[in-house]
């Protein structure tokens, strides 16, 4: 009779510690998941690299160049950009138009920070085709600039065309954006500009 006492407390004993372990465990894993779902919804929102972006935020008058052969002239025209965060600050919508006439263009770019890649990103949709194009990249603080890359498959001319996108911070006023070409056939440069621009802040509008 005492030995099946024995038995049976210490059958409850065991039975005890495994229910507080289990426990233990349980409140471990909760922590565990709260702790993964606090970082996954810190990522979702705005970080310190989107207070860079803000930066261009406002009203801009804007010179663009384009060239159409590495080493020719330039063609100039001017126009105004307006650019605004949105999405709750996640994003820097830049919308620009430049020319008149046969010289009118016009551009819709989104500008963002993927917290999960730690990659800067340009999407860029304008009136120079009905394609868009992604380039990614980071931001260097010495050089005060976006420096994004990409690549875009033309399959009409079987071609794959390499980019290289500048976009540098000059002081709160100005900016300068080049978009260059990179080993496009025929072209003896490493790098070709294709556009260029140039942007001032319009006096008396906040960012």
């Known amino acids: ?48 690299e989107h207070a860079i972006i803000e930066r261009l935020a406002g009203s801009w008058d804007v010179e663009m160049r384009t060239w159409s052969e590495a080493g020719g002239a330039p063609l100039l025209t001017t126009g105004t950009a307006e650019h605004a965060m949105v999405l709750e600050g996640r994003f820097l919508d830049m919308r620009l138009a430049c020319g008149e006439g046969e010289l009118f263009s016009a551009s819709n770019m989104m500008l963002g920070f993927d917290r999960r890649t730690e990659q800067y990103h340009l999407l860029v949709f304008d009136t120079w ?8 990249g980071h931001f260097s603080t010495d050089q005060s600039s976006f420096i994004f890359t990409g690549s875009d498959f033309d399959p009409k001319q079987d071609l794959i065309v390499k980019y290289v996108v500048r976009l540098r911070l000059i002081g709160e006023n100005n900016a300068v954006l080049q978009m260059a070409v990179e080993d496009f056939p025929h072209v003896r440069e490493k790098e070709f500009t294709i556009i260029e621009q140039r942007y001032t802040r319009r006096r008396g509008t906040p960012r």
């Open 129 to 136: 085709g009905t394609h868009y194009l992604v380039v990614k």
């Open 1 to 48: 009779m005492k030995r099946k006492m024995q038995s049976q407390l210490s059958w409850m004993g065991a039975a005890l510690i495994t229910s507080a372990l289990l426990l233990t465990c349980a409140a471990s894993l909760r922590a565990q998941d709260d702790d993964v779902m606090r970082r996954v919804l810190d990522l979702t929102r705005p970080g310190p």
